[in-house]
């Protein structure tokens, strides 16, 4: 069986049944749960759990995220567009993985004439820190 949504194979007893749809648990595990970047709650978790670790800047993220976070702080800002083609990621794999830099604040979007750009906490778009933010 062939996922309605990313078109993999599915291995047999694992389909899942949404809105008409045969998805893989991937697939439906992200239409019931969608990342979200803007979260509260999981800002704070995030923020906590970091401190009680002694974590700070990119410790305790993935290599991806890491190469996610580098490109931002050196090429930034940037799209998230820009970011999926210089990494090679789908747009899943971008929301995953941004979603963790927003909840421990270490990269943010913003509006700049229409366009939304993606770049590192704490620094306005000259690179130099923006108490406002």
């Known amino acids: 069986m062939i996922c309605n949504k990313c078109k993999h194979e599915i291995p047999e007893g694992e389909q899942c049944l949404h809105r008409g749809q045969m998805l893989c648990e991937d697939c439906y595990l992200?239409?019931?749960?969608?990342?979200?970047?803007?979260?509260?709650?999981?800002?704070?978790?995030?923020?906590?759990?970091?401190?009680?670790?002694?974590?700070?800047g990119t410790d305790g993220l993935t290599e991806l995220q890491k190469?996610?976070?580098?490109?931002?702080?050196?090429e930034?800002?940037?799209t998230a567009e820009q970011i999926m083609n210089k990494l090679g990621l789908?747009?899943?794999?971008?929301?995953?993985?941004?979603?963790?830099?927003?909840?421990?604040?270490?990269a943010h979007g913003f509006r700049e004439n229409g366009k939304v750009l993606i770049k590192v906490w704490g620094e306005d778009t000259l690179g130099k820190m923006n108490i406002a933010d």
């Open 30 to 56: 992200q239409m019931l749960e969608p990342p979200r970047t803007c979260d509260v709650a999981a800002v704070h978790s995030a923020k906590l759990a970091r401190k009680l670790a002694g974590q700070e």
């Open 76 to 78: 930034g800002p940037v």
């Open 67 to 74: 190469s996610i976070y580098n490109h931002i702080k050196t």
């Open 90 to 106: 789908t747009k899943l794999e971008w929301e995953r993985n941004f979603a963790t830099l927003r909840h421990c604040e270490l």
